[in-house]
DNA sequence: CTGCCTGCAAAGGATTTGCACTCAT
DNA sequence: ATGAGTGCAAATCCTTTGCAGGCAG
């Protein structure tokens, strides 16, 4: 009764997770539980619209799988984004958080959408990736600095904590 | 022969340096100098255009004035900042970098510049602060979210890197 | 004088690394 | 079978903190 290497899939394991699976195993890197335990973690996490931070993440992982050490999951993390399955956003509190990617295996374009935080109750607000277009080509015309939106968050305050 | 508090100021020290004492002290904040070093730090880099982290700064403090302790100088960022004598920007990169406040003792209105940051070769390009006027309104009208254009800084890359 | 600020040293928390072993391929 | 990935533990790095003494106001 072969198995094919798929052993780690599981029921609930969504689109998602198996998407990023096949792109991680196609740019020729491993799929290891201690993976799957943080495409889980990550892909959980943006379905209630979360953004963890790297400790946040091993937390979690611990959780679900406490056969994975928190050292697997920093290196995790660092394969993870440079094989482009996950990336990651710098948040002005000076704290890192991480999503799955949702397409894309090739580099450059940035589609994905950029980022406030609240300096008040750090919440994190995704914002249509166009909106910061008016000063990315004011930057671009004036300094011939490229903008990348969706690297890092701009601070403010929210709504609630107006 | 009495001294007048004065005793700090140093035939070097600039209108810059000056004025920060002085806010300094109407805040209620006394003039040590540890505190003393830490601005004449910062201005020499505002001079150069340099932003310096905490600890860059911890560095150079301890070449002009060895007596000074690391501890003491991330305690007076704290008090200066506080004191609304320094400002401090978040860069994408996750380091947080200081440079003296011009002017305004008073709270809230945001009149310095914006930054943005090259995430190849690290170099910090202030912006005018109208750049991001655009998507302030954008955000606050759509979201309600209250931009804080120089509290941290974007990245991309700049022409240099280009 | 009074207590804010400092030096010192030690603690702290997050991330990294060396090493030998394991398992995905 | 072979080396990428891992667990473990120790090392690092930056920053903070408790405490006793010192200096600014």
Redesign the interface.
Known sequence: MPETGAHHLRPGDSQRVAGAVARLRSAGERVTPARYAVLRVLDAADVSDEHLTAEQIGTRVAEAEPSVHRATVYRTLTSLVEARVVSHV?L?????VYHLEVERPSAATAHSHAH????SCGRV?D?PHD??D??AT??HDE???????S?????????DC?
């Open positions: 710098h002005g509190g000076s704290a890192t406030v935080q609240c300096s607000i914002v909106t910061f008016p000063v004011r930057l300094l011939g600095f490229r903008l990348d939106t690297h890092a968050a701009l601070l403010g305050t929210c709504s107006g």
